[in-house]
């Protein structure tokens, strides 16, 4: 079975500065995806960013960024100049490429808080 | 586009009470998740289907039965509600075509409350 791991149940940054989410997982396939989640007060899911296991480059969505190590099976998530609206729950989350169905494990979620 | 719509977003039952929630998706996606959140964990896979007339069990099912009668909607029934099942629901779509990353689109979630 897959697990997803994030070892950070909170953190805070100041706006402007970066922040860096971590994240492991634990599989023995080689084929699938990994994704970050946001999930403002609101209680939306909004994808933040993906990365597809057979890509060595590190995605990147404007300010968000991950760093993708496969042999270390780490997938974190970089925020550079954070802003208020980063606030929210970010959630790791993996799924393996069979064809069909994409069915997430998700971890259990990092609360950032942006501050003035 | 409405996306993944969500009916009703709050919901209070007593133990016993049966009720079903409906997901609706116009992205006209093949693939159909619910999940649950409980606090402290992250979103856990309760049934899919992978298409009309198709569901399958994910990763906690027990309790809940599904139904996909139409492509664009998938239903979540609870026959005897308990308060083990006191949580947020989500509803998420996906499209079935090769190449696509895998993207979920969420609905905007149901609270449940069992009492």
């Known amino acids: 079975a897959q697990t997803v791991t994030q070892s950070q149940p909170e953190m805070s940054v100041q706006e402007a500065e970066t922040v860096t989410l971590s994240c492991t997982y634990d599989?023995?396939?080689?084929?699938?995806?990994l994704f970050w989640y946001k999930q403002p007060p609101s209680r939306q899911m909004i994808l933040v960013i993906r990365?597809?296991?057979?890509?060595?480059q590190n995605a990147t969505e404007n300010r968000f960024s991950v760093n993708f190590q496969k042999a270390a099976k780490s997938f974190s998530l970089k925020i550079s100049d954070s802003q208020l609206g980063d606030t929210a729950m970010y959630f790791c989350a993996f799924t393996i490429n069979t064809g069909t169905a994409s069915k997430l494990t998700f971890g259990t979620g990092t609360r950032l808080q942006v501050t003035l | 586009n409405a996306g993944v719509t969500q009916t009703p977003k709050f919901r209070v039952l007593k133990t016993g009470q049966s009720m079903t929630l409906l997901c609706a998706q116009d992205?006209?996606?093949?693939?159909m998740y619910w999940y649950r959140q409980d606090p402290g964990m992250g979103l856990r896979l309760i049934h899919y289907s992978v298409g009309e007339g198709t569901t399958a069990k994910g990763e906690v099912p027990d309790g809940y039965n599904v139904s996909r009668l139409k492509k664009q909607n998938f239903l979540l029934g609870l026959e005897s509600a308990a308060p083990s099942q006191t949580s947020v629901y989500f509803c998420?779509?996906?499209?079935?075509?090769?190449?696509?990353?895998?993207?979920?689109?969420f609905g905007p979630g149901t609270r449940l409350t069992v009492l």
């Open positions: 990365q597809e296991a057979y890509k060595q």
């Open positions: 998420a779509s996906s499209y079935a075509t090769s190449g696509v990353t895998n993207e979920q689109f």
């Open positions: 992205m006209n996606h093949e693939y």
């Open positions: 599989t023995s396939e080689n084929n699938y995806y």
